[in-house]
C-alpha cells in the first residue's frame, strides 16, 4: 500500500513579499533605493573614494576649477589623465586665474598609496585613485575642485556626506523615541497625563520651527569640540521633531487600546510598558518605518541649514550645508560655481528618499487599490 | 464668527505667554552674555563693563529681567532695548516687519497662482509630458533647499551679467521716491527671494491641489452636473474646483511656519531687510531683548496666519461652522 504525500498546501505570499512585490512596481521608488545605498555605501567608504584629506591644503592650488578628465591626448587615445595647471593672469582683470597645462598629462591610478584615514578603526592610506604629485609635488586631481584654502572638494563632500546622512538616521532615532514614548503614555493613560502631554505639544508645534532652531542651536558652545557640536545639533532638530509624532502615535495607540489582544495581555498581568513596546508599537511598526523615511529628509534639510548659517556643524567636521557655507557669499557663488556641487548630493539625497518614502507608503497601504 | 474669532485670540495669549517664557529661557541658556565682548577690549575696565551690566539690567537675576520686560510689554508696549544698536526694540523691527511680511505675503499669493492651476491641470491631464514634467518639478520643489535655490538663481544671474542680487533696491533707487522704476527696480530684486522661498510651497500646494481634485472629480455631484449637461467650465470651476480648493485653505495655515522659516533665510542669504538677519544677528550677539521680541513675533505671525486660515475656510465653505 503506498500513501499518497499529503497535497502541498498552495503557497500563499507573506504579506511583507507582497508589499515587497507592490514597492517593485514603483520605479522611482526601485530606483530612489538604490541611490539611497550608493550614497550610504560612499559615505562609509569615504576615505578611501577621496583622493585626499579633508583638511589637506594645497598651496597655490586655492580656488581651483574642477579639472575635466581627457582619455585622447594629441589625437592618441591614452588611458584616463587630467592636465595639471598653471597660475596664469587674467588679461583684463589681472585676477589669478589657472590654466590647464596641457603639454604634459598627469594619468590616473588607481588603488594607490595616499594620505592615511581612519576606516573603521584601522589606519590606512589605501585610495581608490589618485595622480602621482610628481617631482615638484604640484600636480593633482581635484574631481570638484578646490575651496578657498585649496581643499580638495571631492574629498569634503563625501567625508561631509558622513555627516549629512547620519545626522537624520540618528535624529530619527532620538525623536522617535520620545515621541514613541510620549504618545505612547498619552494615548494609553488618558486623563491628564494625557492632557499634559497633549498641552506640551500643541505649545511645541507653535512654535515658529527655524526661528527656535536657530535659537536652540546657539546654546551650544563654541569651545565644544566638533564631535560634540555634531550631537547637540541632532539633540536640537530631535528636540523639535518628536512632536507631530507623538500626536500621531497617540491616536494609534488610542484605537489600538481598544483591541482583544491589549486586553488580553492587560488580563494575564503584563506590564503597561510591556502591553506598549510589545504589544502595540509592534502593529505600528510599518506605520512607523514609513513615517521614519518620510521625515529623514527634514532632519538633512535642517542640518543643512543650520550649518549653512554657520550655526551647525563645526570645522574640521565638514557637511554638505557647511560646504555650501562657502558659497553663501553673493560674490563669491558667482566667481566659483562649482562650490554648489555639494548641494547637488543633497538633493539628490533627499529626493532619494523622498522617492523610496512615498513608494514605501504606497506599498503598505492596502487598502486604497 | 466675531466671538468665536476674539475666543482664539484669547485662546492665544496663554500659549504666548509660554512661549515667550521658553524663549527667553533658551536665550538665558546661552554661554556668555552681551557684555562678554567688552571684557577682552583693553578700552574698557573692569568697572566699567560692570557698570553697563548694571546699566542695562543684566545684573539682575534673569526671572526679573523676564518679569520687566513682559511687564513693559503688557503695560506700555515696550519690547524692551536693544543692546546693539542702542534704540528701543520696536524702532529697529518696526520697518522690517513690514517687509518681512510682504515677502511672505507675495511669496504666498504668487504660489497659489502657479500651483492651483498646475494641480487642476496635471489632475486632468495625469498621463501626459507637461503633467509629467510638473511632477517631476513638484519632487524637485520638495528635495532642494530654499538657500540652495537661492544660490543657484543668484550664480545664473551674475553668469548671464546682471548685477541685480542681494537687497530690495538698485543703490541708485534706495532713497529714490516711489514711482514704477522703482517699483520695477524693487521686482527686479525680489523674484529670486520670491521663487527661492516659494518652490516648496508651489510644490506641495500642486501636489494637494491635484489629489483632492481627483477626489473631487469621482464624486457623485460632479457626474449629475455632468449628467445634467452643464459645460464643461462649469463642471471644472463651479462644482470640482469650488470643493476642491477648501483643504488647501487648512493647508495655507500649516504652510505658514515653511513660509516663514523661508523668508528667514532667504533674508540672510539675500541680505533682505526683514527680520531675518536681524534675529540671527541678535542670537549671535545675545541682544536677549531684539531675539526675544523676534521669536515671539514669528509666533506671532504663525498664530494669526493659522487663525486667518481658519477663518478663510469658513468663509469658502459653508459647511465648516465655528460656534
Known amino acids: ?369 | 464668527m466675531l466671538t468665536y474669532t476674539l475666543r482664539r485670540i484669547l485662546g492665544m495669549l496663554p500659549t504666548l505667554l509660554i512661549i515667550s517664557a521658553v524663549c527667553f529661557t533658551v536665550i538665558k541658556l546661552q554661554p556668555g552674555s552681551f557684555t562678554d565682548q567688552y571684557l577682552e577690549d583693553p578700552r574698557f575696565t573692569k568697572e566699567t563693563v560692570a557698570a553697563i551690566t548694571r546699566q542695562l539690567g543684566l545684573d539682575q537675576p534673569a526671572i526679573v529681567q523676564y518679569g520687566r520686560w513682559l511687564w513693559g510689554v503688557v503695560t506700555r508696549l515696550d519690547f524692551g532695548f536693544s543692546f546693539a544698536s542702542n534704540a528701543p526694540v520696536i524702532t529697529q523691527i518696526g520697518e522690517r516687519l513690514g517687509w518681512t511680511v510682504f515677502v511672505a505675503l507675495l511669496t504666498l499669493l504668487l504660489s497659489w497662482l502657479v500651483a492651483v492651476p498646475l494641480g487642476i491641470y496635471t489632475a486632468f491631464n495625469r498621463n501626459g509630458l507637461a503633467a509629467s514634467v510638473a511632477n517631476f518639478l513638484g519632487y524637485v520643489g520638495l528635495a532642494i533647499p530654499d538657500f540652495l535655490v537661492a544660490l543657484l538663481l543668484v550664480s545664473l544671474t551674475l553668469r548671464l551679467g546682471s548685477s541685480n542680487v542681494g537687497g530690495l533696491f538698485s543703490p541708485a533707487m534706495i532713497d529714490a521716491p516711489w514711482s514704477w522704476a522703482r517699483v520695477g527696480d524693487l521686482l527686479a530684486h525680489l523674484w529670486i527671494p520670491v521663487l527661492a522661498v516659494g518652490l516648496e510651497g508651489v510644490a506641495g500646494l500642486m501636489r494637494q491641489m491635484r489629489a483632492s481634485m481627483l477626489d473631487v472629480l469621482s464624486q457623485d455631484y460632479v457626474r449629475t452636473a455632468r449628467a445634467k449637461g452643464a459645460a464643461q467650465q462649469t463642471v471644472i470651476w463651479r462644482h470640482a474646483v469650488r470643493n476642491a480648493i477648501n483643504p488647501l485653505i487648512s493647508l495655507a495655515g500649516l504652510s505658514l511656519p515653511t513660509l516663514i522659516s523661508g523668508t528667514i533665510v532667504i533674508s540672510i542669504v539675500m541680505n533682505l531687510p526683514t527680520i531675518g538677519p536681524l534675529l540671527y544677528e541678535s542670537l549671535l550677539n545675545k541682544d536677549q531683548y531684539t531675539a526675544l521680541t523676534l521669536l515671539m513675533l514669528s509666533a506671532v505671525l504663525l498664530l494669526i496666519g493659522n487663525l486667518l486660515a481658519d477663518l478663510a475656510l469658513a468663509w469658502a465653505d459653508p459647511r465648516v461652522r465655528y460656534s
Open chain 1, 1 to 369: 500500500m503506498t500513501t499518497l504525500p499529503a497535497p502541498a498546501a498552495p503557497a500563499t505570499p507573506s504579506p511583507f513579499a507582497l508589499a515587497l512585490r507592490r514597492f517593485r512596481k514603483s520605479r522611482l521608488g526601485v530606483i530612489g533605493g538604490w541611490l539611497l545605498a550608493a550614497l550610504y555605501l560612499s559615505a562609509l567608504l569615504g576615505g578611501f573614494l577621496a583622493p585626499y584629506g579633508i583638511t589637506t591644503q594645497h598651496q597655490g592650488f586655492e580656488y581651483q576649477p574642477p579639472q575635466a578628465l581627457h582619455v585622447m591626448f594629441q589625437g592618441k587615445p591614452m588611458r584616463p589623465f587630467v592636465y595639471g595647471s598653471k597660475t596664469g593672469r587674467d588679461p583684463v582683470t589681472f585676477a589669478k586665474t589657472s590654466v590647464p597645462d596641457t603639454t604634459t598629462p598627469v594619468p590616473i591610478a588607481f588603488f594607490v598609496r595616499g594620505e592615511p584615514y581612519n576606516f573603521l578603526g584601522l589606519r590606512t592610506t589605501w585610495h581608490l585613485f589618485g595622480v602621482d604629485p610628481g617631482p615638484d609635488n604640484n600636480r593633482f586631481y581635484f574631481p570638484f575642485g578646490t575651496d578657498q584654502l585649496g581643499r580638495d572638494l571631492f574629498s569634503r563632500t563625501l567625508v561631509g556626506g558622513q555627516v549629512s546622512l547620519t545626522v537624520g538616521v540618528v535624529g530619527i532615532i532620538i525623536s522617535f523615541t520620545i515621541g514613541i514614548v510620549m504618545g505612547g503614555l498619552s494615548g494609553y493613560y488618558g486623563g491628564r497625563t494625557d492632557n499634559l502631554i497633549q498641552r506640551l505639544i500643541e505649545v511645541l508645534l507653535s512654535f515658529p520651527r527655524l526661528p527656535i532652531l536657530l535659537a536652540l542651536s546657539t546654546l551650544i558652545p563654541a569651545s565644544w569640540p566638533s564631535t560634540y557640536v555634531y550631537l547637540g545639533i541632532v539633540a536640537v532638530l530631535a528636540l523639535i521633531g518628536w512632536a507631530s509624532l507623538a500626536r500621531v502615535v497617540r491616536g494609534q495607540v488610542l484605537s489600538a487600546r481598544q483591541v482583544e489582544y491589549v486586553s488580553a495581555a492587560q488580563a494575564v498581568g503584563a506590564s503597561d510598558l510591556r502591553v506598549i513596546l510589545r504589544h502595540i508599537v509592534p502593529n505600528l511598526s510599518s506605520f512607523l518605518v514609513i513615517t521614519a523615511t518620510l521625515s529623514l529628509p527634514g532632519y538633512i534639510l535642517g542640518e543643512s541649514t543650520l550649518s549653512f548659517l554657520g550655526l551647525g556643524i563645526k570645522e574640521p567636521m565638514t557637511s554638505w550645508g557647511l560646504l555650501l557655507k562657502d558659497a553663501g557669499n553673493l560674490q563669491t557663488v558667482g566667481l566659483y560655481p562649482w562650490l554648489l556641487l555639494p548641494g547637488l548630493f543633497l538633493f539628490v539625497a533627499v529626493l532619494a528618499f523622498n522617492f523610496f518614502g512615498d513608494a514605501l507608503r504606497d506599498a503598505a497601504d492596502t487598502q486604497s487599490r
